[in-house]
């Protein structure tokens, strides 16, 4: 096994690393922080390139030891601190800690080229949501996820910990305008669909390739109904307000997705999950 790359953590490093959850001193480094196992793993095997400094307890180590392995593999360097050290830097470590630079800004052509599922979210206002927006989009094996201008800051730890590593496994691109979404989604060959509870297509007729229509969709939308099994964006909106101030003339049309019990509504991350299993299912059984 490789040698620990180890030093001992200089007091004004532990006072960077702790300043990093306030976001204006994440902007101000351009750095921000990956807290836990999982997350840590994922940024090792994957990302290794933008760690900083990781930071660790000894029992974490000994818990985890195919991360201490990728640790000394990947020459990060290492900081070993005890359980109330590693307190004083975050209360979500569980022991593993890496501060890291936060990536280039994407190329949304890059991102969307050859794609064939992509997730936009437009406006999300929660931290879990968009993360695990990013969760489900990657194991719905999305393509990439487009992120809407006035959306949740993507590399704020908490919104980090929330994709549980899927953050390192596929292209994020932030601060779109909703017009920009939906011209990119185009211009890259996808059907550009929101998620609306008042869609002019229901999905469950969709997934059956039923008649595809509850309603007659205006002059500004297709048609044709749209096949899941075909290159899609899903285009989701605010968890509150939906498109609301938002010109969905510029989407291809709406799809909602059918409510069989009591509850209201859907959370958007569970919204993102169903038309994203929809999408995969329907182009598995067309290859198939």
Not at 37 to 42: K, L, M, Y
Not at 147 to 170: D, N, Q
Request: hydrophobic share 40%; net charge negative.
């Amino acid at each position: 096994m490789s040698e620990f790359r180890m030093k001992e953590a200089s007091r004004e490093q532990m006072r960077r690393a702790a300043r990093l959850h306030s976001r204006s001193q994440r902007q101000r480094w351009k750095q921000t922080l990956v807290e836990g196992p999982q997350s840590v793993r994922e940024l090792l095997v994957h990302a290794p390139q933008l760690v900083r400094d990781l930071y660790v307890t000894e029992r974490a180590l000994e818990t985890h030891s195919d991360i201490a392995k990728l640790a000394a593999q990947t020459g990060v360097w290492t900081h070993l601190l005890t359980d109330e050290e590693l307190s004083q830097l975050s209360t979500d470590a569980q022991g593993l800690l890496a501060v890291i630079d936060e990536p280039e800004k994407a190329s949304t052509s890059a991102a969307l080229a050859n794609a064939r599922l992509v997730i936009a979210a437009a406006h999300i206002s929660d931290p879990g949501n968009l993360g695990t927006i990013i969760r489900v989009a990657d194991a719905a094996g999305a393509d990439a996820v487009l992120i809407g201008k006035g959306s949740v800051e993507l590399y704020s730890p908490k919104t980090i910990r929330s994709t549980a590593g899927s953050l390192f496994h596929l292209p994020t691109v932030t601060g779109l305008t909703f017009e920009e979404i939906c011209t990119h989604g185009r211009e890259a060959g996808l059907h550009v669909l929101g998620a609306d509870a008042a869609g002019q297509w229901s999905l469950s007729n969709l997934v059956g390739e039923l008649t595809p229509l509850e309603t007659e969709p205006s002059d500004t939308v297709t048609h044709t109904p749209p096949k899941l099994s075909e290159p899609t964006m899903w285009v989701l909106g605010h968890e509150a307000h939906g498109f609301e101030g938002f010109d969905t003339s510029l989407l291809d049309g709406t799809v909602s997705i059918p409510i069989f019990g009591k509850a209201e509504s859907l959370n958007v991350s569970m919204a993102a999950t169903i038309l994203t299993y929809a999408c995969a299912l329907a182009t598995m059984n067309t290859t198939d």
